[in-house]
């Protein structure tokens, strides 16, 4: 029970890693608030951690500041907040992006790649701007609303979902690998400026994790060749993240400050 009497706001919490993180986070104590903008998620996923659902787009400023307001009418002053929402690529754009790198995967067997997955060069600017503004924007959104509570009391944890794309860069996901580059270097920097006025800021990167978001933007065959490419065999559970989270909103983690912790099987070693 290391969180217990604490107020925990979680962002994509209505399903995979998100709701994992929720209710490990009220199985160590903690009230949370689950936020997604599918309602009927988010309050599945509050009923499951006896917490509360609200609903808001990540990508916009002003709702996120929304939910603050209305977590903190409702539980009190937030104690941790962690950024999780994210998105896979908008329906359809993946497909023709993984088919060449299952091409470049039949075609490595004769020791000569040629096939280009095109997925930079075919990417349009909604496609990316909406990478950005749900992953890195929302990001943004979440820590400066959490910071702005915290620093008042001198108390308080972030704890931000960063990925392997950001550390190694993920082929064919230029736009998934900058947003969560970006959020590993946003919570660094942010972390030496906040420690001062008491909270804490890390971010995870997740390896390869089962979860619908994975599926949704990968094939079977694909998925194989990351599970062999894992050295422990085998897709990380969303139980193993919010391991990790939870550890980092504990105290047990008090001199950890703009740190990236990777639960990835040892797919990267750093």
């Known amino acids: 029970?290391?969180?217990?009497?604490?107020?925990?706001?979680?962002?994509?919490?209505?399903?995979?890693?998100?709701?994992?993180?929720?209710?490990?986070?009220?199985?160590?104590?903690?009230?949370?608030?689950?936020?997604?903008?599918?309602?009927?998620?988010?309050?599945?996923?509050?009923?499951?951690?006896?917490?509360?659902?609200?609903?808001?787009?990540?990508?916009?400023?002003?709702?996120?500041?929304?939910?603050?307001?209305?977590?903190?009418?409702?539980?009190?002053?937030?104690?941790?907040?962690?950024?999780?929402?994210?998105?896979?690529?908008?329906?359809?754009?993946?497909?023709?992006?993984?088919?060449?790198?299952?091409?470049?995967?039949?075609?490595?067997?004769?020791?000569?790649?040629?096939?280009?997955?095109?997925?930079?060069?075919?990417?349009?600017?909604?496609?990316?701007?909406?990478?950005?503004?749900?992953?890195?924007?929302?990001?943004?959104?979440?820590?400066?609303?959490?910071?702005?509570?915290?620093?008042?009391?001198q108390t308080g944890a972030i704890v931000n979902i960063a990925s392997i794309c950001g550390i190694v860069g993920c082929t064919g996901h230029p736009h998934y690998s900058a947003a969560k580059a970006g959020i590993a270097a946003f919570s660094r920097t942010v972390a030496k400026e906040l420690i001062l006025q008491g909270v804490r800021v890390n971010s995870v990167a997740p390896g390869f994790i089962e979860t619908p978001l994975l599926h949704s933007g990968m094939t079977d065959t694909l998925n194989a060749v990351i599970t062999l490419s894992t050295p422990q065999g085998r897709l990380g559970r969303p139980e193993e993240v919010a391991a990790t989270v939870a550890f980092l909103a504990s105290d047990d983690a008090s001199f950890y400050v703009g740190q990236n912790l990777s639960p990835n099987g040892g797919f990267v070693t750093v």
């Open 1 to 153: 029970m290391r969180l217990e009497g604490k107020v925990a706001v979680v962002t994509g919490g209505g399903s995979g890693i998100g709701e994992a993180v929720a209710i490990r986070l009220a199985k160590e104590g903690a009230r949370v608030a689950v936020l997604d903008l599918n309602e009927s998620a988010a309050k599945l996923t509050a009923d499951l951690c006896d917490g509360i659902a609200l609903v808001a787009d990540v990508a916009r400023s002003a709702a996120v500041d929304a939910a603050l307001a209305e977590a903190e009418s409702q539980l009190g002053p937030v104690d941790v907040w962690v950024n999780n929402a994210g998105v896979a690529g908008k329906p359809g754009w993946a497909k023709p992006v993984n088919a060449r790198a299952e091409q470049q995967i039949a075609e490595s067997a004769t020791g000569a790649i040629s096939t280009p997955l095109d997925a930079l060069i075919t990417m349009d600017d909604d496609e990316w701007r909406r990478m950005i503004a749900v992953h890195l924007d929302g990001t943004f959104y979440g820590t400066r609303a959490a910071a702005r509570s915290m620093v008042k009391r």
